[in-house]
């Protein structure tokens, strides 16, 4: 069965300090890695699309990086604006399905 | 901009009333849609798969008699909660791919149903 765990559950940080989101999955053969961001009573908003180990991509403050068991959402300088949860989903190749973690809530503090 | 378009944004309603759920996917045709559900804190729960022109595919434990999933049309998906009680008080999330298997699903903006 697919898993996926997201650390920390919460995480608080001053407007200009850099940190970083933790994803550990185990799929049955993983198709793609993705990363999303939630505002309180919205949908989820796509970020990114990882394909294989060693990939990076990158948009704005926000750079997601992928290993054979783990991706890695790191922010730089992050602003308030920034503040939401951060959700990490797998897909394994022959299923459409994503299976997600429960989130990282993150909180930028002006 | 929004590519996924749900509607009612919220809905109150009393024990034992049907409410239906709207899903559009805007400016493209989506073959396949997903229906979710979200509790508090909680991760996103795949409740079934919805093919245009095709029985849904519900997951285990969901009860498709209780959820029922239409998908007329390439742009369109309906999901009526039949009978509800307040234990299907809920966030409920649509979501739309477009384009080849390795794309991602884009989701609406979710439905906040309470049941009195």
Sequence with gaps: ?110 | GAVVSQHPSRVICKSGTSVKIECRSLDFQATTMFWYRQFPKQSLMLMATSNEGSKATYEQGVEKDKFLINHASLTLSTLTVTSAHPEDSSFYICSARFGGLNQPQHFGDGTRLSIL
Aim: charged share 25%; aromatic share 10%; net charge neutral.
């Design chain 1, 1 to 110: 069965e697919d898993q996926v765990t997201q650390s920390p559950e919460a995480l608080r940080l001053q407007e200009g300090e850099s940190s970083s989101l933790n994803c550990s999955y185990t799929v049955s053969g993983l198709r793609g890695l993705f990363w999303y961001r939630q505002d309180p009573g919205k949908g989820p908003e796509f970020l990114f699309t990882l394909y294989s180990a060693g990939e990076e991509k990158e948009k704005e403050r926000l750079k997601a990086t992928l290993t054979k068991k783990e991706s890695f959402l790191h922010i730089t300088a992050p602003k308030p604006e920034d503040s939401a949860t951060y959700l990490c989903a797998v897909r394994p190749f022959g299923n459409e399905k994503l299976t997600f973690g429960t989130g990282t809530r993150l909180t930028i503090i002006p």
